[in-house]
């Protein structure tokens, strides 16, 4: 169930969090927290296992401060993000292409550390979370591709980092395929005479020699003014000069 990072965060605390490390780590504390934070982890669907072992899991107070009535009396054990990596594995959140709010540690901005309504800690459902940054009408053109009305993270994108471009959760080619074999071979494209097949991969894309065609040459994976997805209305002719 729990990740072995977490398991062993999680020994360590129970183990070790009244005494020297984590001095004040315990029950009676979060108590005392509680009294005037009565909100976090209440109330809500989802809470953050975190939070029932303890506010200062994440949270401590400042030597010589009186909180709250000085600033800065409470502070995060460690700094963003490394404070979630305590339980969390790092190597989840590293890869060739890192989504850029999770690079710059802007785990809250997507996230709430303490509880939420929605299903892993979201502040907004997932749609509407991506939404936040990268504009709607990009996604909500007259033709929508079905999978992409059920979240953008429905098997295509990783939202923290991946290997592969734009964050897909595999190779562009094995994602389509997957879901649309018959046209694996690209026969669906044109028929061509004396048995030949329209490529789809592994040829230069005429218009943009740097890049390989792909699926994504013709469709637009999320939405489209054209019927099939088209990325331009005379698919043809985006490549040949005659059809
Ligand atoms: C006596 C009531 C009281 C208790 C007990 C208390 N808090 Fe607070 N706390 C407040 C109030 C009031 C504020 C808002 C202060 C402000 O807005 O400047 C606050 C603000 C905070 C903040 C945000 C502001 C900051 O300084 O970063 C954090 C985090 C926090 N409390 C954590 C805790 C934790 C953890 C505990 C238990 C160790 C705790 N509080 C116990 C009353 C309390
Ligand atoms: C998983 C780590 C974690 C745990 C556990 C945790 N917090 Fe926090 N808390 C944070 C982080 C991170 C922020 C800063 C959020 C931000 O910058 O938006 C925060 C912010 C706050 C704030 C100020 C903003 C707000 O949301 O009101 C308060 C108050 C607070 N925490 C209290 C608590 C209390 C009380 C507990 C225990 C019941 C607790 N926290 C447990 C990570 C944690
Ligand atoms: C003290 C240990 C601890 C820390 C620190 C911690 N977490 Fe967690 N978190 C857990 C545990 C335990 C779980 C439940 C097991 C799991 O999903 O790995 C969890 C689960 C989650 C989940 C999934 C919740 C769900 O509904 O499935 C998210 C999202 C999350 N944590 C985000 C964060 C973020 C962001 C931070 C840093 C602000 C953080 N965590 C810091 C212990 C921690
Ligand atoms: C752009 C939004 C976004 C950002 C930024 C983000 N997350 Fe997430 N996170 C998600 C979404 C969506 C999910 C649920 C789907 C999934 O598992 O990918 C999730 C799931 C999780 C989970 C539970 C699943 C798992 O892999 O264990 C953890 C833990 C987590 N995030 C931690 C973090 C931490 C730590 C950071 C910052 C370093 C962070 N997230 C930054 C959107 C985000
Ligand atoms: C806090 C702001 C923020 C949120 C929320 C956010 N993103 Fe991003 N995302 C960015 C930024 C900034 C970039 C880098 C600039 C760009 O490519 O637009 C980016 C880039 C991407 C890329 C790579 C684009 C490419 O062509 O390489 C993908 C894919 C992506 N985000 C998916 C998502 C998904 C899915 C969600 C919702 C779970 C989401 N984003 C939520 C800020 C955000
Ligand atoms: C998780 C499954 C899934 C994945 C992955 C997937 N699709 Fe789809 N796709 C669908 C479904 C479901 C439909 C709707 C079929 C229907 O309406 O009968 C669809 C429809 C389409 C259509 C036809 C749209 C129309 O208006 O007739 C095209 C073109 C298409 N997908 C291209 C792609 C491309 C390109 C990729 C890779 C970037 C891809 N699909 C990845 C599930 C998927
Ligand atoms: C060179 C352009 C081109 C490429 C590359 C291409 N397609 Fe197509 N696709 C088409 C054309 C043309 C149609 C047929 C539209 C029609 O029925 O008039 C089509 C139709 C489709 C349909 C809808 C089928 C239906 O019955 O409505 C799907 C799904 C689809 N393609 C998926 C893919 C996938 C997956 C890939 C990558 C393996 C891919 N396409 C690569 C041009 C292309
Ligand atoms: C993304 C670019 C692209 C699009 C769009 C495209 N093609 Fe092609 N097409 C190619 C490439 C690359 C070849 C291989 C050329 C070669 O081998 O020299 C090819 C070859 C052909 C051939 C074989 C004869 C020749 O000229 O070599 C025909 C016929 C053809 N395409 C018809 C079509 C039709 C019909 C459409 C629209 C349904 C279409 N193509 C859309 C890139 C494209």
Redesign the pocket.
């Known amino acids: 169930?729990?990740?072995k990072t977490?398991l062993f965060?999680?020994i360590f605390?129970c183990y070790f969090s009244p005494g020297a490390f984590f001095p004040g780590a315990s029950s009676a504390q979060t108590l005392s927290c509680s009294k005037c934070h009565s909100d976090i982890g209440k109330g809500h669907k989802?809470v953050?296992?975190?939070v029932n072992?303890g506010c200062s899991?994440?949270h401590m107070p400042s030597d010589g401060r009186n909180h709250p009535k000085d600033k800065e009396s409470i502070k995060l054990r460690y700094d963003?993000?490394q404070?979630?990596f305590?339980?969390?594995k790092e190597k989840k959140f590293t890869g060739k292409y890192v989504h850029l709010p999770t690079e710059r540690a802007m785990?809250?901005m997507c996230?709430d550390?303490h509880h939420s309504d929605v299903?892993?800690?979201l502040r907004n459902e997932p749609q509407e979370l991506c939404y936040r940054c990268h504009a709607k009408e990009k996604f909500t053109k007259k033709y929508v591709h079905k999978v992409a009305l059920g979240g953008c993270g429905i098997r295509c994108h990783n939202h923290h980092a991946s290997d592969y471009p734009h964050l897909l959760s595999s190779d562009i080619g094995d994602l389509c395929i997957g879901c649309h074999r018959i046209q694996e071979s690209g026969s669906h494209i044109v028929s061509l005479p004396g048995g030949k097949i329209h490529p789809v991969f592994w040829q230069k894309d005429p218009r943009n020699r740097k890049k390989e065609m792909t699926c994504a040459s013709c469709h637009n994976p999320h939405c489209s003014n054209y019927r099939k997805l088209f990325t331009y209305k005379r698919i043809c002719n985006r490549c040949h000069k005659a059809y």
Request: glycine letters at 4%.
């Open positions: 169930m729990f990740g977490v965060s999680l605390l989802y953050h296992p975190a072992l899991s994440c963003m993000p404070l979630c305590q339980c969390h785990c809250m996230h550390p299903e892993d800690l």
